[in-house]
């Protein structure tokens, strides 16, 4: 009987460590979005993305601009996304040859509602609507010397907000950090989640293959049906800002039924708290691959504790009996 039951929660934990399994969109082929990605070399993707200004498509990397003065760049992908919760990784590289502190201005992913609109945020129109990461390879505001460039940061706007150079962004970021990104050997990448209104910015920027948090916050909404892009620019001084790959994976996430009643896509770009959610992480390296699997994770753990109790107790159980044979014996 006792047999039966522990090889019954060895199976339900199998079975919960494959659910979980499942649910890790990391690089899972099968979460990946095609029309809502950009992959080499390219090809056939000309009905789903648009490119503008200076953008270049070769066939191992889209250059939104060059190393040259004056140029701008997108490239927009044609295709609103009805996804509620998704993580999107971006392959790039920013290079150059403008030494420390002679190069610039950087590159910016988007999730917007309209794209295509040339304009003076690292080629973009201002305001947009929606949610900005900024990858900001030049300092503009020489009073903002407490932090180091590059910088990145995150915005969300909905069309109220104007974005301020001469401050690089600063009175309406929602988070950022320091990273350098810029004239790398190896490959460098950012992902950006959005999942029940938590918005995470993550780097692997060294070489490590691993995620280092950059940007997390709670309390974030967006609307579905708006377009993810890129755009460069450059101004006196200049960069390449090439993306090598940009890809969108579905997050597999479990909505109430009131939510998944409302028209998502009626909702205004907001942010409610500039707090982050750190109540919710229980995974101090901040790999936030894991991350909305807490309850899952929280489950396991007390089913390990509970199989701890159940494996103790038929030990001691089977300890006792020999024990009191053993006295038995020597009565
Ligand atoms: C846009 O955001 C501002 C605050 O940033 C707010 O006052 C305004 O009501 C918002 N507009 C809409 C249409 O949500
Ligand atoms: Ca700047």
Known sequence: MLRFSLSSALLLLVLITDRIHCDITDGNTEHLKREHSLTKPYQGVGSQWDFSGSTLVTSSYVRLTPDERSKQGSIWNTVPCYLKDWEMHVHFKVHGSGKKNLHGDGFALWYIKDGLYPGP????????HGLAIFLDTFRNDLHGM?????????????????????KDGRSSELGGCSAEIRNREHD???AVRYSRERLTVMVDVDDKNEWKECVDIGGVRLPTGYHFGASAATGDLSDNHDIISMKLYQLMVEHTPEEENLDWTKIQPSVSLLKSPKDNIDDPTGNFRGAPLTGWRVFLLLLCALLGVVVCGVVGAVVFQRRQDRNKRFY
């Open 146 to 166: 407490d932090r180091s460039f590059p910088f990145i940061s995150a915005m969300v706007n909905n069309g109220s907000l104007n974005y301020d150079h001469g």
């Open 121 to 128: 945020v690292f080629g973009n129109h201002d305001p947009f």
């Open 188 to 190: 460098t990448y950012l």
